[in-house]
């Protein structure tokens, strides 16, 4: 079993920044591949990035291509994403996620942290 706690959230006016952080625990796990998704009112939730856990090349939604940042800190077991030049459609609640293994899907999800970007 995965715990992921997500923080780093907030209030932003456009063409600001906020760096989230995700902190993986539990015991015995394995982690393939983790990633960010969002979730915006009344919209179904949307890939936003994804970051293999040894080695490889990340993966980003159109919509944040250039603007976001995905890293990680594989002696924490921590996720980040840099947001930069946030607008207002980025307002959602963004939720951190882990695959154990290659064959499989995103089985962990953090309780999300919301992101509120004011015009």
């Known amino acids: 079993q995965v715990q992921l706690v997500e923080s780093g959230g907030g209030l932003v006016e456009a063409g600001g920044s906020l760096r989230l952080s995700c902190a993986a625990s539990?015991?015995?796990?394995?982690?393939?591949?983790m990633a960010w998704f969002r979730q915006a009112p009344g919209k179904e939730r949307e890939f936003v990035a994804a970051i293999p856990w040894n080695g490889g090349t990340t993966t980003y939604a159109d919509s944040v291509k250039g603007r976001f940042a995905i890293s990680r800190d594989n002696a924490k077991n921590t996720v980040y994403l840099q947001m930069n030049s946030l607008k207002p459609e980025d307002t959602a609640v963004y939720y951190c996620a882990v695959k154990p293994y290659v064959l499989g899907k995103y089985d962990y999800w953090g309780q999300g942290t919301q992101v509120t970007v004011s015009s």
């Open positions: 539990g015991r015995s796990f394995s982690i393939n591949r």
